[in-house]
């Protein structure tokens, strides 16, 4: 009974929800609840009335829908890697590098190497998993601190991708097939989506459906119980870096297969979303636990937020700050419902 | 002593939903008396006691202190009152001395109107620990403090609060008996200062030789409430169980155990295993019996299950199951040669708290539940076997489904046994299975220890309890500073002879 009194030894990172709240009564916390498991969901779905209702013929349309669907798709991607690692409680900061490093590869064997375009994703992939490899090897194995390591190694992916590229933009030798990936469509939808639902069920099934998903979410709840209940952590942590890695590099294809070309530092612009995304989503559906679901749903949110404020026509200042306040507002909702009484 | 109602309550009620955790509690606290307080799990202490420190309001009743009624709305209001509390686990500044770490939280005497006085603070901190325990150096980091140590610190953190009532929750867990006399030794101080006690514990024997006057509750209710001299041992365990019998289940079982056990084969063969701390040790472990390890805390015990079990790196050794060497040097590796470990921290280390009743129980098990060769395991496979253990262990809990984290220690601990009866094993090795958990789930896994061996099963039982592997064990070896110094058989395990070897021939405690 003493138990009650004790507290527990916080991990990071920490769900915005993580707070297990004590039993509590009454109907004000029945509405916190509420607000806690759905806030994200009535921010999103505000949001849409709101920008439906400025921009009636453009924002709600299935152009538009189309569109957002498109765009989201390599953030998501991005966004299922991170859960994974996320659920055990590990970062990877280095998944910016990664993209980079990994769509460089791919580009520049069909570009300068002419190597056919599906060996080239094949090296690609297997860049991003040796890359998570390495990542896995530091961190479970010798011990170093995923956040720190996955700074250092994410520095040194972009070291390799200047090597490779020269901070020059690759344009040319890029074959029509590889374009086509992502600029292609199947029943009115852009390919990406599709490739982005693969990764959605295939990640689903793992952490959610299968054996070594209970264990990740096991060692992410309490790495030593699980250690001592037979489960193999070590391993565990770095097939969760290796994933991260291989998503990393399938969004660089999408991109660079959107784009036709290659570009520096084309992975910056979605390091900061996609953690906001799996922690959006980590207040979705399951509070308090980071899910590959509740990713899908925070990555789309951003991405309509992006989307509608780009079609206000508003300065890039001004949809920083929106963008900024919607993410905190949303998380500050969560968190609300889920602070003990 | 006086008989000065000093603290009641009277008639508290605390409903939380689908459990009333505390119905119509009634009791004064007297001036300058320790209080004991006892109960199983789940019987309504630690509500009673976030009630006073203003954690929980109550539902009905009403709280009364110098006769008058008062509110508690939170900690401030309850300092203010004059209530400290020492919880288990201690509110401590790790990085700041003994005496900042008494002064902080307490009214602080100025200068200058702002400025804190820092040196009538030492001055202060230091008088009132010369008192206490005259051992502590208030210049010392509390990092260098044994656990014994901090809590004294915490006892004169909440004197120099200005507490009259001290609430000391569990004070003496994983304390050797040393360390408890000493901590009883300063209770009765603050006594002597003026103070008043009130002592939560699961040991029955300190609260019958430390309180003046001992309340019991059951069910949420006080059951008893009589000064200590006009109870004994058995009076106050048939108030705990709610039951009429009083003899204690090492009673039973010393009735029970004539001539021992039928003893198979060696099923557990240890032999040179060494680390940093544990010294080369052999033994060998039958099918069918139950073998404790003795020692004092830090003798090495947990060490030596933890090197055999693979949850730490050894230096030497090897073990062997049923006659074959096997590699037990990862916990799966000894998971798949048929050996498990209950740990001796169930929060940290031996479940998810986070995690269902079923998701705990079937961790270690869960290919069992898969279909086919898919890795994906059917949810309503797992809920029945899971259901099939709730019962078979008695395990109290809302459902399958439920979160282990709201259980109580005993039900959790259930918890962990059921992980490991899932899963199956040759040998079960349990450290401090019955720490902090209360009498009644105590009884229940003495009987499921020896259930298993009694179909075969090798088990190794810990406990810092003696008196526990006295009434469980067939045989004990005893450890001490990391060596192997003897082993009692039948007959001869008995506390005494276990004590003697832990502390050496030399300075045996008989006294």
Redesign the interface.
Known sequence: ?????????TENPQPPGGA?AA???GRISGARDALAKYGVLVALVGTIVVFSALKPHVFPTAANLKAILEQFSPLAIIGFGLTVVLVMGDFDLSVAGMIGLGSAVVVALMSKHGVNYLLAIVIGLLVGMAGGAVSGVLIAFAGASSFIITLALGQVYNGFEYLITKQQTIFSGIPNAYAKIATGTLLGLSNQFFIMLGVLVIIF?LLE????G??M??LG??R?????????VRELRMVGFMIVGVCAVIAGILITSQNDSQSPNSGTPFFLPAFAAVFLGSAVLRP??FNVLGTLVGAFFLEVISVGLTELSLSTSVILLVQGVILAAAVLLSRLGRASA | MSDQQFVSVDSLVK???G?LAVDGATFTIPTDQIVGLV?????G??TV??MLAGAVQPDQGEIRVDGRPVAIHGPRQAEALGFGFM???LEQFPMMSVAENVTLGARMPRRAGALVNWREMYERSRELLAELDPSIDPRRPIDHLSIAQKRVVMIARALLARARLLVL??PTTSLTDEEIKHLHSVCRRVKERGGTVLY?SHRLEEILSLTDSVIVMRDGRVVLSAPTAQTDRIKLISAITGSGSGQTAAERRRARRVGGRPQGDVILSVSDLASEVVAPISFDLRAGELLGVGGLVGAGRTELVRLI?G?DSRRSGQVAVAGRLVDTST??KA?AAGIV?L?EDR?????????TLR?NVT??S??KF?RRRL???SRGQERGATRQMVERLRIRSSGVEQ?V??L??GN?QKVVLA?WLE?GANVFIFDEPTA?I?VEAKEEIYQLVEGLASEGKGVIFISSEFSEMVAVCNRVIVLREGRLVGEVEGDAVSERNIVELCYGHVGSVAA
């Open positions: 009974m003493s138990d009650a009194l004790a507290t527990t030894k297990s039993p509590r009564t099934l459906q299968s054996t070594v209970r264990f979410y096991a709840g309490n030593e119980a699980a250690r001592l209940s037979g489960v193999r308090g636990r | 409903r939380y939903p459990v109960g199983k799990n789940g019987a202490k630690s006691i976030k919880h288990q686990e929750d569990e939560v079990y949850a916990p799966p998971l470990l740990p929060r940290h280390e031996g479940m998810v708290l986070d995690f998701e961790l270690s869960l290919r898969c890795p994906f395991p979160p984290r709201h109580s220690g959790q992980k899963r902090g209360d």
